[in-house]
């Protein structure tokens, strides 16, 4: 309206205040760990199949595979407990 003076735009003053408990470290971390865990399957998921796909003659695909599958959730395991079971 042109009899009213323009106004800033002002960004919500609590955008998180909707979340039960705010946002606390805990669930950063929590959804921090999510995230690396989706990564590790999706990365996992397509270096097996590349293997697959392009290894298929080679014999060292399946001890590679079995290799990765074994270092990399142990590494995970090792990450969320703290115990080491190699």
Not at 17 to 29: A, D, F, Q, R
Not at 31 to 41: Q, R, T
Request: aromatic content about 18%; hydrophobic content about 55%.
């Amino acid at each position: 309206m042109p009899g009213q003076p323009l106004q800033p735009f002002a960004p919500p003053n609590m955008i998180l205040g909707n979340l039960p408990g705010g946002l606390t470290s805990g669930m950063l971390i929590t959804w921090g760990w999510y995230a690396v865990c989706a990564f590790w399957v999706v990365y996992t998921l397509v270096a097996i199949y590349h293997w697959i796909k392009y290894s298929h003659a080679s014999w060292v695909m399946v001890p590679a595979i079995a290799l990765h599958l074994l270092v990399s959730s142990s590494l995970i395991v090792y990450a969320f407990t703290g115990i080491w079971y190699l």
